[in-house]
């Protein structure tokens, strides 16, 4: 009896096993396999931060400078591109589905090589580069447009010759890619894998590149227990139970070897030794609702977070400013009116920002939409609008190469900079 009964437990236990989710990610022959998560010491601080306190701060936004003029210039390119980088002021690249462009003057001169691994139904995520040789290439492919999928991949291509030649890097299948970050000795992805539908459940994925041994690595394991722990702090708070509070959104390198996540619900983890220890630093779920977190960076300690708020479309937007050490209270600016997506961050007093200004013709009463960029010179209380122009079509993608020079590709696919000339 003990005998059968052991053999059916065993059968159960096998059944369970193969019916677990697991995340279909490979590397190309370029890098080496992903290292287990399971055998990586976690690390996890088993208690919470105390919540830091909120500190409102409500922006003041005039719409003229003196000093310097801002202004932009179309940029002439072969045909539409959808993503740009720069490495300076003159060295950059731009991308569509059948060309990678470089330029090594400030865009007056592009030279484009034809690239063949771009899928139709990919979407071009992102292009990084580091310096002038080593570039990536991040392609989104997603079966729907409406809803997570277990058809849905990502891949990234890596280039060592400036762009001349690409390689495979590595392939993450039944997942969603949320950023790609990339400094001189590591790489970073963050990412969630589909797990089922009804309710839509998911589960965050973080990958690691190093340069100095040239491999992915698997990190995910450390922040599944940090969620696992966020989970039960809701349920023992009797808050809603929302997956947008395990969903990973931004990522940014704060130093030569740490890396900060955001998820949608203002949770912050950090890691300092590749990710293979993980601390939460705070927990601002009980602050709103889900966000659209555009941006992530860290400055002198400090977590700046860029939101879009009034859903999808966006009405307005605010900086989210976290303490990392020591950790202290949490300020939220708030920026009404701009639609803000990209902020080149200069100190921790002085930022630029760039993205949509929708304001109301008191004549006509309709919405004139207008591409702006904006600064602070005092941590966000007050603001001057320094650029702005009529927008052509729909909302554009901006690239900062320094606080003087903002790169512009509009609805269009086409090229604009915007200098100050400074740059």
């Not at 949490?330 to 007093?349: E, N, P, R």
Request: hydrophobic fraction near 40%; include cysteine; aromatic fraction near 10%.
């Amino acid at each position: 009896m003990h005998y059968c009964r052991n053999s059916i437990l065993l059968i159960i236990l096998v059944i369970v096993a193969l019916l677990l989710p697991s995340v279909g990610c490979h590397d190309s022959d370029q890098t080496q396999e992903v290292e287990n998560p399971v055998s990586q010491p976690l690390g996890l601080e088993e208690t919470f931060e105390e919540i830091p306190s909120l500190n409102v701060v409500e922006s003041n936004i005039a719409v003229e400078e003196t000093g310097h003029r801002w202004a932009s210039s179309e940029i002439q390119l072969r045909e539409p591109v959808s993503q740009i980088t720069f490495i300076d002021q003159s060295k950059g690249w731009a991308c569509n589905k059948g060309f990678v462009y470089k330029t090594i003057d400030s865009g007056k001169n592009w030279k484009p090589t034809p690239i063949g691994f771009i899928e139709q139904n990919d979407e071009i995520n992102k292009i990084a580069f580091t310096d002038e040789l080593r570039g990536w290439i991040v392609l989104q492919q997603n079966a729907s447009r409406n809803e997570f999928s277990e058809k849905d991949k990502f891949r990234v291509f890596r280039t060592l010759d400036g762009g001349e030649t690409w390689k495979l890097s590595i392939v993450v299948d039944s997942a969603q890619l949320s950023d790609f970050q990339a400094s001189d000795n590591a790489v970073w992805i963050a990412a969630n894998h589909f797990v089922g539908y009804h309710p839509q459940r998911f589960r965050p994925l973080m990958f690691h590149f190093s340069e100095k041994t040239n491999k992915w690595s698997d990190v995910s394991n450390g922040i599944l227990r940090i969620y696992n722990d966020e989970i039960r702090y809701l349920e023992n708070d009797k808050a809603a139970l929302d997956y947008a509070s395990v969903s990973l959104e931004k990522i940014s390198i704060a130093k030569t070897n740490c890396v900060v996540a955001v998820t949608a619900k203002q949770s912050i983890i950090q890691s300092c030794d590749d990710g293979d220890n993980w601390k939460l630093i705070n927990f601002h779920g009980r602050y709103g609702s889900r966000l659209n977190i555009n941006q992530v960076n860290t400055v002198n300690n400090v977590v700046w977070s860029l939101e879009a708020t009034g859903g999808i479309e966006g009405t307005g937007s605010r900086l989210v400013a976290v303490p990392l050490e020591p950790i202290g209270n949490a300020k939220l600016i708030t920026i009404g009116g701009y639609f803000l997506t990209q902020g080149y961050w200069v100190s921790g007093d002085e930022f630029v920002a760039a993205g949509e200004r929708v304001p109301t013709d008191v004549n006509s009463g309709e919405n004139i939409k207008k591409d702006v960029v904006i600064r602070t010179l005092d941590g966000g209380r007050n603001w001057v609008e320094i650029y702005s122009s009529l927008m052509k079509t729909n909302r554009g993608t901006f690239f900062f190469s320094d606080s003087n020079v903002i790169w512009l590709i509009d609805g269009d696919g086409i090229v604009r900079r915007i200098s100050n000339g400074l740059g």
